[in-house]
């Protein structure tokens, strides 16, 4: 078979960001359709769809080959600071071997370096240091001899026919320098019908309507991909140029899977080896947790983990997450481990994870084995804000500035975002596309009927209207294109030597931060091992609250010895009164809470891993609560899986148990479990899973499983594909949720006080974490600007109680540099003293006035609102007006309002308290009069919505929680209910619902049939509802 | 004691078009300017907008001319009760009642005859109100459905339970005063105007008046109207233009000669002809710049006549000059003289009369791909600063556009043609050709193209550029290379 007379050596992506309307494995798929063998990626100054191009090129046997559309600097400076920088044209740079690909990386590094985004600029004299190994094409004349110098005979000049003569012009002067030609494509869409998208695209990046756009737009559709033949007909009268591009392929010889990644070397002393120290530091760490001995269980799975630890050749990973660990230890930072790590006993000695395996029968394999072929994963927990701040600086401080990276977040366009970019483009008005983007649906839940078209219909659009087509076509198209690359939360990787040599780095919005441009999905088909630093708002709750109790409750607190199984605490969580507590306040946990019962850790454990969507899709919860509850009988599927699922009463809920029943009766082995659990992973592919079923079916065939059951195992497992819990997570989520429980039953006020300074975080408002603290008996006390710091205070009152005060933090537009002056400026005399003093601007001394803050200068609200509006500036500052206030002064309903409309917060009556006699005149119960009602009868309630949910795998249900001065219950809006009052359940932020009770088991919802707005106050005024996808 | 009334038109641009159509009364209306709707049903969108949520939408332009005889019409009627009348913003008039007591016994009575005369002049839904000052009856006919009579005495009892907003206060002044608690006229009245002053500044002071219901300044009666009309009853009916002309520079001189006493030119003349018939004809003339220079008047009133001829024979003239500043123009010492803007305007009217309308004008490159696409601006003499001559690199060739491109038959397969036929039917063979070059664009809306260019010297020796329509595979004659 004769070789194709022609390689495609120029393609950008939709990762050249608005210069590519195609994704990166489209190209590849279009280019295997039309009998291309070979495939350059060259996307503009960045390789961030690399690692997909060269991933699906392997699957569909399409040689690809790695390089960059790089942008020069140009002469002269920019005029202000939002100006591109000056540019003197781009050259494509394609990677010859591994020395080339690393210079490549090197290029585009410096190029990003001095930058934000989403410029890079490549000074012609880093292309001379770092040009071995690459080739360049040169589509600019201008070009030609520059490049010739710096390049050789690797320098060719891009000839294009895109049915364009001004293009024509130009390959006829490209032509007479002495650059040998090359033919590409420039292809910027896999098929001609990308054109349309790819204008629009150009319109984002100019910032223009198409009807504006004239000749920024490409004249034509021809730069898509064409079959080489095609190609060869194109260039015909060119065959030296036909002939370069087969040239050039053959001296691209590198690959993607030749990146020489290299996990960084631990520092070790003279002598030492990595197994040693390994060895050394885990069973320190397992005498300590053993209480000074290592049981024969323990040391047998130590041995049997670091035999394969070592078979790996992975000792320096876990030495260097433990370096991590002992560092924030160090520094008094908590940290844990979560996920599949917990299943290790050497992570659990090494003080990465706090799980004990062995106690709970975890599942190595599932953390660690031989079929993997990859990195294990190991993710750190720290306490969100500056702590987990300190910690990346350390790793960028010991693995160098050019040795670790944090990984990117591909952001993509989503619907509402489609819309109102694709709109802006189509030249509609802007109230126009506000209205269509409110029309897409926010939510998780999506039937038929929430399609695009379908929901522009219902709010009252004509999609058949030549410009609303036009927009839902653009909006199908761009969907999950790539936008923009952001900072992934937590993830860095780190390398030996340079990691700027195997993946370009672009400098983040955080000082001394530097990003890859690879997310980590990349970076781990790209072998790079990757560390997750997690911030987790708990943590530092938990970091937070500890000095507290000390301080004011007197009480030293261990979080490694908490009493376990405390009454109180599980009388607590068996109430389902869990609000702040973690993982276990969601409405839906809730709800579960009072049937499961919890009494022990486990129960807990099972708690945090029930409420997912593989449990509830595989109709799990179900049974279990059953069972548990003793109106079902505990049966397995098959008598083997009874070892596997007795601790779950026979109901499959961890991934783990997914595996072992795999192994168990289906003989896979535990890595080829482990490749099961992948295939049903996040990005699961069909023909994967149909393999993988296939073989679980054969396996159980030869166990001689029956059909039926066959069938109900398959079904179990196959609901995991919707992410089920890993045991060994759910614990260690169970443990932080058994403290916050324990911190929250015993030590209220501190716990809300460290809720409050560390929010945002966890499932409620501020505002619902003081009214349940308050109904708790906890003493909330209001912003003072003689008492209050910035943070919120534990303050002791006259009756030896403790109280809450609220940190000036919560005054809504008030500076922190002014809360801090007010912290260490007062007492003051006067709100003259106050605003002279802290030097307040006008609109925050409004702000405290109106909250109320200025109550202990003797001064209402509205009498201190008319005093500071005296108050002068300049020379006269702090003078004020003694004039008496003629302001009548605020309602108690007026200063609740005001209070949410300041704070967010109010420490005063709940809103729904002022309108309680008009809500009893109209039948209306409260929240805690509902649980004495009985199961099925007609009800009124009403409250402040405070979350909304419509969860995918809820079929259309919408739950609700109001919340009043009793409370807060929860309701249930059915799917047609929901799509006749979709705009009001949408908005309101006070309703009133009306349907029949149901009161079973200690959970309580109303169904709800009627509904009606109370938005007494406007909705601006209400903290925002937590509104669920 | 003082009474005023005040006459206020809700939704003028409405109103208006209301007043031509009355029938349009119960439809969805929507009143456009440009492309955006500006009143009525679904403001802020477009047309197209607007019509794909609502099929059934009828969409009138805005009319200023509407609006301004609408605005007229409701100071006719006011004049029509007192000639002490003043003109407000548009769409609200004040009249000073004194003096009215002895037509209208009753200030309820005047409402009634008000109503029943606005009826008249087709101006419906407008709201009244009556009280001791301008302030009190302006509010009077804006709260609610209007029609209130305020008493002297009943003043502060009217206007306390008040609330703000309908003082129209600056946003922030009224988000600032509700926070304070303020959320009637009342409950402002009661503040010391001093401290408001410190606090919040002059405006809130004012606001503050007003909320008393005082008028912040004394009533200004409109002043008769300064009309310059002139007319002629010619006697018999004239269908001859010359003659016509004749009659008009009479006309014309006598309105230029009265508004030179004043220190004003004509801006642009409104010339109403009374037709043997009984109708009227009616034409705006615009001069292009203020002039009192008779004769370039009537030339322009002639060519007007010359493009669109009364169908009769006229009987009576009436022309009425809307007056302009005379504008001094400054020459430029650099700059060669440019021509009189009167003189200028009166030759693009000669052209557009030989062209048609909206078809002379200076032209501009539009930005497209598209070869065809033009511009064409209002013509305005002055200096102009030329491009930048590009360095000369020697002859090329010209393209001769030929518009419009002139459709033509090609013959061969698939590909470029190998015989071309005019529409002259004359034949030559494709001896070369470069091409395709391929255009493809404005895919988004009516005017999308698709086309294939070719570059072909043919058997007659000339080289024509011509196209392939892809859409219907019609060919063309694009231009011709010189």
Request: net charge neutral.
């Amino acid at each position: 078979m004769t070789s194709p007379p022609y390689v495609e050596l120029c393609t950008r992506s939709a990762f050249s960001f608005l210069e590519g309307a195609s994704l990166p494995e489209d190209l590849v798929e279009r280019a295997a359709e039309l009998g291309h063998g070979t495939l350059a990626l060259s996307d503009t100054d960045g390789l961030s769809g690399a690692p997909r191009f060269y991933k699906r090129g392997k699957a569909l046997g399409v040689r690809t080959l790695i390089g960059a559309r790089v942008t020069l600097q140009g002469p002269g400076q920019r005029r202000r600071k939002n100006d591109p920088p000056p540019t003197s044209g781009s050259v494509v740079l394609l990677s010859r071997d591994r020395r080339g690909y690393r210079n490549l990386c090197r290029i585009l590094t410096l190029g990003h370096a001095p930058y934000q985004k989403p410029w890079s600029r490549v000074h012609i004299q880093d292309l001379r240091e770092y040009a071995q190994g690459l080739v360049c094409l040169v589509r600019d004349p201008r070009l030609a001899a520059p490049m010739r110098e710096i390049f050789r005979c690797d320098a060719f000049a891009e000839i294009w026919r895109h049915a364009d003569p001004d293009e024509e012009r130009l390959n006829r002067s490209l032509l007479a320098t002495d650059l040998p030609p090359v033919a590409t494509g420039d292809v910027r869409h896999a098929s001609p019908k990308g054109k349309r998208l790819l204008d629009a695209l150009s319109c984002l990046r100019h910032k223009v309507t198409l009807a504006s756009a004239g000749r920024l737009l490409l004249p034509n559709a021809e730069r898509h991909l064409r079959s080489p033949h095609e190609m060869a007909a194109r260039f015909r009268d060119l065959p030296e140029a036909l002939h370069n591009t087969l040239e050039i392929s053959e001296r691209c010889e590198f690959s993607l899977c030749d990146l020489g990644y290299e996990f960084p070397d631990f520092a070790l002393a003279a002598g030492e080896t990595l197994p040693q120290k390994l060895r050394e530091l885990t069973e320190l760490g397992a005498r300590e947790r053993g209480g000074g001995r290592i049981s024969p269980e323990a040391r047998s799975q130590i041995d049997h983990e670091l035999a394969m630890i070592r078979r790996l050749g992975l000792e320096g990973y876990f030495l260097i997450v433990w370096d991590i660990v002992r560092e924030c230890r160090a520094r008094g930072i908590l940290a844990q481990g979560r996920g599949s790590a917990a299943n290790s006993l050497v992570c659990y000695a090494l003080g990465i994870t706090a799980i004990d395996p062995i106690r709970y029968g975890l599942l190595f394999e599932r953390f660690l084995s031989e079929e993997r072929g990859e990195w294990p994963d190991i993710d750190i927990d720290l306490p969100s804000g500056d702590r987990r701040e300190e910690i990346l600086q350390y790793v960028y401080r010991r693995y160098g500035p050019h040795g670790a990276g944090m990984t990117a977040n591909v952001i993509s366009y989503r619907p509402r975002s489609a819309v109102r970019e694709m709109g802006k483009v189509l030249g509609l008005a802007g109230v126009q596309i506000d209205r269509l983007a409110r029309l897409v649906s926010r939510h998780e839940y999506v039937d038929d009927r929430d399609a695009l078209r379908h929901q522009i219909e219902r709010g009252g659009v004509d999609p058949r209207a030549p410009v609303i087509r036009h927009l839902l076509r653009l909006v199908r198209e761009v969907q999950h294109l790539p936008r923009h690359l952001s900072q992934h939360s937590g993830g860095m990787v780190i390398a030996k030597g340079r990691l700027d040599e195997l993946v370009p780095l672009e400098p983040a919005r955080m000082p001394n931060r530097t990003i890859v441009q690879w997310d980590k999905d990349d970076c781990a088909d790209m072998g790079i091992i990757k560390i997750d630093l997690l911030g987790l708002g708990m943590l530092a709750v938990l970091e937070e609250v500890i000095p507290l109790i000390r301080e004011h409750d007197g009480v030293e607190v261990d979080l490694a010895k908490l009493p376990a199984d405390d009454p109180r605490t599980y009388e607590m969580l068996r109430r389902a009164d869990t609000v702040g507590v973690f993982q276990v306040e969601s409405r839906a946990q809730m709800a579960t809470l009072p049937r499961m019962q919890p009494r022990c850790f486990y129960d807990l454990v099972v708690e945090v891993a029930i409420i997912r969507p593989g449990p509830i899709v595989g109709n799990m919860v179900q049974p279990y609560l059953k069972r548990r509850a003793g109106r079902e009988p505990v049966s397995y599927a098959h008598p083997d899986l009874a070892p596997i699922l007795e601790r779950t009463l026979g109901v499959p809920i961890f991934q783990e148990q997914l595996l072992r029943i795999a192994m168990t009766v289906a003989g896979f082995s535990g890595g080829e479990a482990e490749e099961l659990r992948r295939a049903m992973g996040f990005k699961r592919s069909v023909e994967r899973m149909r393999a993988i079923e296939a073989k679980l079916l054969a396996g159980m065939r030869e166990h001689g499983i029956d059909r039926a059951t066959r069938g109900e195992i398959v079904k179990q497992v196959t609901a995991f594909a919707l992410y089920g819990f890993p045991e060994s997570h759910a614990a260690s989520f169970a443990l932080l949720a058994y403290a916050s429980a324990y911190l929250r039953a015993h030590h209220h006020a501190c716990f809300l006080a460290a809720m409050l300074n560390c929010y945002p975080l966890g499932f409620y408002s501020p505002a619902t974490l003081v009214k349940d603290a308050q109904r708790h008996g906890v003493r909330v006390l209001p912003i003072c600007v003689q008492q209050s710091d910035w943070p919120c205070l534990i303050e002791r009152q006259t009756d030896g109680q403790n109280g809450v005060r609220l940190g000036l933090r919560y005054a809504e537009g008030l500076r922190e540099a002014a809360g801090r002056r007010i912290e260490t400026a007062r007492p003051f005399a006067s709100t003259g003293d106050l605003a002279h003093r802290a030097d307040l601007h006008r609109d925050e001394l409004a702000r405290l006035a109106e909250i109320g803050a200025c109550a202990k200068l003797g001064l209402e609200r509205r009498a201190a609102l008319w005093q500071v509006s005296s108050v002068q500036q300049g020379l006269l500052a702090g003078a004020v007006s003694e004039t008496p206030s003629p302001l009548a002064e605020m309602t108690p309903f007026e200063q609740t309002l005001a209070d949410y409309r300041g704070t967010g917060i109010t420490t005063g009556p709940h809103l729904v308290s002022h309108l309680r006699p008009e809500l009893r005149r109209r039948g209306v119960r409260s929240a805690s009069e509902l649980r004495d009602l009985p199961d099925g009868q007609w009800v009124r309630t009403a409250g402040v919505v405070i979350v909304r949910q419509r969860p995918a795998t809820a079929k259309g249900f919408l739950f609700m929680t109001l919340e009043d001065e009793t409370g807060t219950s929860n309701s249930i809006v059915l799917p047609d209910l929901f799509e006749r009052q979709r705009a009001l359940l949408q908005t309101a932020g006070l309703l009133l619902v009306e349907g029949p009770l149901q009161n079973q088991e200690g959970v309580i919802h109303v169904r709800v049939r009627r509904l009606e707005s109370l938005d007494h106050a406007t909705r601006d005024e209400l903290p925002r509802s937590h509104d669920f996808r | 004691m003082d009474r005023f009334a005040c006459l206020y038109v809700p939704d003028l641009p409405l109103a208006t078009a209301l007043r031509n159509e009355p029938e349009l009364r119960h439809r969805a209306l929507a009143i456009v300017d440009g492309p955006t709707i500006v009143a009525g049903w679904l403001q802020g969108l477009t047309v197209a907008q607007a019509e794909a949520v609502r099929s059934d939408l009828v969409v009138r332009a805005l009319s200023l001319e509407g609006i301004h005889s609408a605005q007229e019409a409701l100071i006719d009627v006011a004049i029509s009760v007192t000639p002490r009348v003043e003109e407000s913003e548009t769409g609200t008039i004040f009249l000073d009642l004194a003096g009215t007591g002895a037509i209208f016994p009753s200030e309820r009575g005047l409402l009634g005859a008000l109503e029943k005369r606005l009826a008249e002049v087709g101006l419906e839904g407008v709201r009244m109100g009556i009280g001791p000052t301008c302030t009190v009856a302006w509010l009077a006919a804006r709260w609610q459905h209007g029609g209130q009579i305020v008493s002297s005495h009943g003043t502060r009892g009217f206007l306390d339970p008040l609330p703000l907003d309908l003082l129209d206060p600056p946003e922030e002044t009224f988000d600032l005063l509700t926070r304070w608690g303020i959320r009637t006229l009342g409950e402002l009245r009661r503040i010391p105007a001093s401290s408001l002053g410190s606090r919040l500044g002059e405006p809130t002071v004012w606001l503050a008046r007003r909320a008393r219901g005082q008028d912040l300044r004394p009533f200004q009666p409109k002043s008769p109207k300064l009309r310059f009309e002139e007319g002629v009853q010619i006697g018999f009916p004239v269908g001859d233009l010359e003659r016509l002309a004749f009659f008009l520079r009479g006309v014309v001189d006598r309105l230029t000669r009265r508004l030179r006493l004043r220190g004003l030119a004509v801006r642009e003349l409104l010339l109403e002809l009374l037709l043997e018939s009984g109708q009227n004809f009616a034409r705006t003339v615009k001069t292009g710049a203020p002039t009192t220079e008779a004769p370039v008047l009537v030339s322009l009133l002639r060519l007007a006549l010359e493009k669109d001829p009364p169908p009769e024979g006229v009987e009576r003239i009436r022309v009425v000059a809307v007056p302009g500043g005379v504008e001094p123009s400054q020459l430029d010492l650099f700059l060669p003289p440019l021509p009189a803007p009167a003189e200028l305007a009166v030759a693009v009217a000669r052209l557009e009369a030989l062209c048609g309308p909206g078809k002379v004008g200076a032209p501009s490159v539009e930005d497209s791909h598209r070869p065809e696409a033009k511009g064409l601006n209002s013509f305005a003499a002055g200096p102009r600063v030329l491009p930048k001559s590009a360095a000369f690199s020697g002859p090329t060739m010209a393209l001769r556009a030929v518009r419009p491109p002139e459709q033509i038959r090609a013959y061969g397969a698939e590909g470029p043609p190998v015989k071309i036929e005019f529409s002259d039917h004359r034949r030559f063979q494709v001896l070369q050709h470069a091409g395709p070059w391929r255009l493809f664009g404005e895919w988004w809306g009516e005017s999308c193209f698709a086309r294939d260019y070719f570059d072909v010297e043919l058997g007659d020796g000339g080289v024509y550029r011509i196209y392939r329509n892809l859409d219907n595979g019609r060919w063309f004659l694009d231009g011709i290379y010189d």
